[in-house]
């Protein structure tokens, strides 16, 4: 009975060669991660999917405040007038801003939206706090939500409201802007690589894909199982626009008024749509271990049995001292059908206690990443599980290189660019030009994109992929969500 409830159980995911969309929404739903919300491309995150998105947070917020970051909070209603301060800015959010036009019944003089970032507003503020050199740097960051009324939409990767950290930065002096987002920058990679065991590429945005207003846009891109990639993360150099849009100055030592160098920077919930599609497999999730809501299940066997429950719950309180710990008793499911709900739950340790393991003084232990099945003594549990969850990581991490390393390919010709991006899609190195006509043909003609300029060039040729002309930049192209 318990294989057939197995087999069902595995039944309600598609496989992720057969249709990797969805599989994707599959996993997402079946899961209990998210559910769909009556306010179109809005998802309900519920408190599994939640439990990941406050793992990252923790990762991030520790590393954030250790470099001197403090949390705060702005308002949700920007006015209209803010977003047209800043031209750059105003074009390349507008099609995507909800508004608020009233407040009860009376219609507003003045039209708010619901902020899609919040570089406007915080600006504002900063211009009132800035006065001299002594208030700078002035390092802070808000946890919140947005809203973005995309036109299409797939829970985590792009949703019309998402939650995210957005950081925003103003100091004396450009420098300083600039080691600030590349020190940005480097934490993102920290909580990819170190986090959510997901490699990513560093490096810069072109003129056409940097963020709206910026100087510079770095970020970082990751390749997704199906070999398309996601913008993991941004870290935008604002220069000094926002500054003289919004009056940013402050009196420098040498007593001259000066307009202040800002950066502003996030990650969001589309780190959650990263774990799934780099770590997913046809049994579900697959949870980075560091940030998993859940690092352990404890399932006993035969618990009506003397001493097993007893037991299994005085393992589970040694436990939870170092890790997180849940305990699986309930009696209305067999043992199988519990196997298969974590699995596709993607707990990285899976513990069964039974009366022969009690006999025995160990613990049978399955890990979620290679589903490798075997026993493990009782007495030093807390070492073993430590050694074990960091060997997860590093499986996991070194899986994920290995499939970016066999979808990323090197060419300089166009026509083979395309049958790549046709038939095996993945990252392709490639020289480019730096002309945007090109870089609009590109996606014009294949719907790739050019993802980043990496910080670690390559010389692969001396002609651009799409015109044929001179190139001296090497830049990674790509399919992305």
Known sequence: MAGKKQQEFVKEITPMEEDFSRWYTDVVLRTDMVDYAPVRGCMVIKPYGYGVWEGIQRVTDSRLKATGHKNAYFPLLIPESYLKKEAKHFEGFAPEVLWVTHGGNEELTERLFIRPTSETIVCDMYSKWV???????????????????????????????????????????????????????????QVAEDELAIPV????????????????????????????????????????????????????????????????????????GGIIMVHGD????????????????????????????????????????????????RDTYSPGWKFNEWEMKGV?????????????????????????????????????????????????????????????????????????????PGFVKTMWCGSGECEDKLKEETGATIRCIPFEQEHIGDKCLICGGKAETMVYVAKAY
């Open 131 to 189: 006065q001299s050199y002594r208030d700078l740097p002035l390092l802070i960051n808000q946890w919140c939500n947005v809203v973005r009324w995309e036109k299409t939409t797939r829970p985590f990767l792009r949703t019309a409201e998402f939650l995210w950290q957005e950081g925003h930065t103003v100091h004396a002096e450009e420098e300083e802007a600039q080691e600030e987002t590349m020190k940005i920058l480097e934490i993102y990679r």
């Open 201 to 272: 590429i560093l490096g810069e945005k072109s003129e056409r894909e940097k963020f709206a207003g910026a100087l510079k846009t770095y970020a970082m891109e990751a390749m997704m199982h199906d070999g398309k990639a996601l913008q993991a993360g941004t870290s935008h150099n604002l220069g000094q626009h926002f500054s003289r849009m919004f009056d940013i100055k402050y009196l420098d030592r040498d007593g001259v008024l000066k307009y202040a160098w800002s950066t502003s920077w996030g990650i969001s919930t589309r780190l959650i």
């Open 282 to 329: 046809n049994r579900g999730l697959v949870v980075p271990p560091r940030i998993a809501p859940i690092q352990v299940v404890i399932i006993p066997i035969a618990f009506h049995k003397e001493g097993v429950l007893d037991k299994a719950k005085e393992i589970k309180e040694g436990l939870e001292k170092s890790f997180r710990v849940e305990m699986d008793d």
């Open 348 to 424: 990285p340790i899976r513990m069964e206690i039974g009366p022969r393991d009690i006999e025995n003084n160990q613990v049978t232990i399955v890990r979620r990443d290679t589903l490798e099945k075997f026993t493990a003594s009782m007495d030093n549990l807390t070492g073993t599980i430590s050694g074990l969850l960091d060997d997860i990581h590093d499986t996991m991490f070194n899986k994920a290189l290995k499939n970016r390393e066999e979808k990323t390919y090197t060419t300089t010709d166009y026509e083979e660019f395309k049958r790549i991006m046709h038939e095996t």
